[in-house]
């Protein structure tokens, strides 16, 4: 495994970082999450993120009862605040109240002193930014998390954060938590730019699109039977991948590409995640061990300007493939 500067922060974390979104405390059984956990902790992998409104805590709870079989010294550990926990009025939101309601509730699931990372999931038009960053700076000097991020923010509002924060001596954030691969690649014109000015490094989720840059949906062919996509309750964003044939067609070309480099698909898709600017980690998700151990040998590939070239080319007939409506 090797290491990044989570932005320009001091701490470092694993170029992977293992999510729990979707898996952990909901589809995958306790146990084996606890190995597809362990696996990644042997494999190097340092950072494990989830959230709060992951399965309303019991992801939380699952990493948790894992992660104390280590040194906690050795874990960065990140998790999330902004979504509903509730019925109540102030059971959502970042305001101050529900940031520090909700961080205590997350250390308690987890069973920890503090957070390495506490994210603002998503940015709150109800709440000024000044008291969300106040909350989280408080937060920080009561030693319960060490570092701020975000989640899912816009460029105008990363900066604006900033300049808050600098104008009223609040420590500045460190990340951004957004959606990334490629051919969801709305982040490159403005996020990133912005973030990077600021100090902020990216740990992108969805490297590997639900799964499509796998490769293992193919045009014209049934959806396989153990993947995501077969569930009933599939969700819109992958269905519209699904309903992409030049999408997918061009999905097996690059899987071939991949194979000429001797390497699988969703390791290029890593590895190519890894070589573009402002990144400090990629979020994968397993439900099984063995996807981990697939998912690790993509920070051995150097990718040349060579082979970025080839698979931009590969990747033009979908440039116009369009981001996620939020």
């Known amino acids: ?40 902790y042997e494999a190097g992998i340092n950072f494990f993120d989830t959230a709060n409104v992951y399965e309303q805590g019991q992801a939380e709870i699952v990493l948790g009862k894992t992660l104390k079989n280590y040194n906690r010294d050795t874990l960065v550990v990140a998790s999330k605040v902004y979504f509903p926990m509730g019925d109540g009025p102030n059971d959502l939101g970042l305001s101050r109240k529900h940031i520090f309601e909700q961080c205590d509730a997350s250390l308690k ?15 709150d038009e109800n709440v000024p930014i000044e008291e969300t960053l106040w909350a989280l700076d408080d937060l920080q000097r009561q030693g319960k998390i060490l570092y701020a991020g975000v989640s ?16 009223r001596n609040f420590r500045p954030l460190v990340s951004n938590q957004p959606a990334y691969n490629m051919i ?6 403005e996020v990133v730019p912005v973030s990077m000015a600021n100090g902020m490094g990216q740990v992108v989720f969805s490297p590997l699109a639900q799964g499509i840059l796998t490769g293992k949906y193919k045009p014209g062919q049934a ?35 991949a194979q000429d480099l ?5 390791q290029l898709a890593l590895a190519w995640i890894l070589h573009q600017p402002g990144i400090s980690s990629a979020i994968i998700g397993a439900s099984k061990p063995e ?28 440039s116009n493939f369009g981001p996620r409506k939020k």
């Open 223 to 257: 959806v396989p039977e153990d993947s995501r996509a077969a569930n009933a309750n599939i969700n819109n964003f992958l269905q519209v991948y699904l309903n992409n044939k030049p999408l997918l067609e061009t999905i097996q070309n690059l899987a071939t590409f």
């Open 1 to 40: 495994m090797k290491y990044r500067q989570l932005g320009k922060s001091g701490l470092r974390v694993s170029e992977l970082a293992l999510g729990s979104w979707l898996t952990y405390g909901k589809s995958v059984e306790d146990q084996t999450a606890k190995k597809c956990i362990e696996t990644a």
């Open 152 to 167: 899912e923010w816009p460029a105008d509002k990363i900066q604006e954060a900033h300049r808050i924060a600098k104008e």
């Open 184 to 189: 969801e690649r709305q982040i490159e014109k």
């Open 109 to 123: 699931r987890l069973g920890m002193d503090y957070l390495d990372l506490y994210q603002c999931h998503r940015y």
């Open 291 to 318: 996807q981990i151990e697939n998912n690790v040998k993509a920070v051995e590939f150097e990718l040349s300007d060579e082979i970025i070239v080839g698979i931009n080319d590969l990747l033009h007939p979908i």
């Open 262 to 266: 001797d390497m699988n698909l969703t």
